[in-house]
């Protein structure tokens, strides 16, 4: 058995709640236990003590990255210009750029050639955070991100596409379902796939074991990945041509269904001003989103890091505001969103988002308390993975 080691803080949030806890047991990569009692550690026991002003929380996870963009003005053009090795090495300063911000668990929806995954795969994995990969997302032919080498049509070709990613090792299945603004000539409020692709898609996915995640823009294609029976809806944002535009009662049916709402969320501060398509939409966005988180959807964020250069990929920790500002959560909400919520919806109910026993311990310090001040997730005094010290 290897040595303890005790995290002491003035605060410990568990995924659910703050508890009256002053420490975290940590032993072999796991959470041991809550050390209620703030007793003496036992003798072997490493102490690693914040002070009374830190709060231990379970890592966030973001639901929505893409380790393959660099947060350049140009992402598209960035990405034609790097090589398989240049890439891999982006990948991997991505990611660990996410880790040191306390973000433990990232899921990257969406990258070229499967890099993410074999990043993951190389040894000494441990310094880099949790990663779930989609691979390339699957688009229609010079659809939206084309350029990640992910198009297919046709329920054969689809099913196809599915099985390629679950014989990769991916752990979810991306469909761009509508266009997108990142690529030229695509239209973010036109659907690119009818009713029958996506739920063939989604039979496929869910019949090889993987959950399926939609980006979804305009309304007709919210619409159809809920009918399919998508695990999740990215972006949620009901583009029309020149607006944004919800019909209420499918916000109500999205509440009621219990799908997931991975919502785009967070920028650094004194970041440039949003894409020009967006900017002008953003405070209906949020309306909507507001309206389907008070109805009961299960709502996490998924920030899109790497897209834009306001969404570097250490951002999630100021999505956590912006679902308090924008959304309407309280403070308690919107950590429980960014970690055990998001574990459950991504499909990592009990190993990450907890601090509870036999959770993984992956673990984020901060100086504040954030239920007092949402802002105090972005004051890092330490990161630990897998019970490592990594920042
Ligand atoms: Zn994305």
């Known amino acids: 058995m290897s040595r303890l080691l005790v995290l002491r803080a003035g605060q410990v949030f568990d995924g659910e709640r703050v508890r009256g806890a002053k420490g975290v047991v940590l032993q072999d990569g796991k959470i041991r236990g809550l050390d209620t009692g703030g007793a003496q550690a036992p003798v072997e026991a490493e102490v690693a003590d914040f002070g009374p002003e830190a709060c231990v929380l379970p890592g966030l996870i973001d639901a929505h990255v893409h380790l393959a963009f660099d947060a350049s003005a140009d992402v598209v053009e960035s990405l034609a210009n790097y090589d398989d090795s240049t890439m891999s090495q982006h990948l991997q300063a991505a990611s660990v750029q996410a880790l040191h911000a306390g973000v433990t668990t990232v899921r990257d929806l969406g990258d070229r050639r499967y890099l993410t995954l074999k990043l993951r795969q190389r040894p000494g994995s441990a310094a880099l955070p949790h990663i779930l990969a989609a691979g390339p997302p699957i688009t229609t032919h010079g659809g939206h991100c084309y350029f990640l080498g992910g198009e297919a049509e046709g329920q054969t070709a689809l099913r196809a596409a599915v099985r390629e990613r679950a014989e990769r090792g991916c752990d979810v299945v991306k469909v761009m379902v509508s266009g997108g ?210 920042r």
């Open 181 to 390: 603004n990142l690529t030229a000539g695509s239209q973010p409020h036109q659907s690119q796939y009818d009713l029958a692709a996506l739920r063939a898609v989604v039979e496929e996915a869910h019949r090889v074991g993987l959950p399926a995640a939609a980006h979804v823009h305009g309304a007709q294609a919210v619409a159809d990945a809920v009918e399919a029976g998508f695990d999740t809806l990215e972006h949620v944002t009901f583009f029309t041509a020149d607006g944004v535009s919800a019909d209420p009662a499918l916000l109500d049916r999205i509440a009621a269904n219990g799908v997931v709402v991975s919502v785009t969320v967070g920028t650094i501060p004194g970041a440039p001003a949003p894409h020009p398509a967006i900017a002008p939409r953003m405070a209906a966005i949020a309306a909507n989103h507001s309206r389907m988180f008070r109805a009961g959807a299960t709502m996490i964020p998924g920030t899109d890091a790497g897209v834009t250069p306001g969404k570097p990929h250490d951002v999630l920790p100021y999505a956590l505001q912006a679902l308090v500002d924008r959304i309407g959560m309280t403070p308690l909400q919107a950590l429980r969103s960014a970690t055990s919520i998001a574990a459950n919806a991504i499909g990592l109910a009990g190993a990450k988002g907890r601090i509870t026993p036999g959770a993984d311990a992956d673990l984020l310090v901060i100086r504040g308390n954030p239920l007092a001040d949402i802002a105090s997730v972005t004051d890092v005094a330490a990161v630990y993975r897998a019970g490592a010290r990594v």
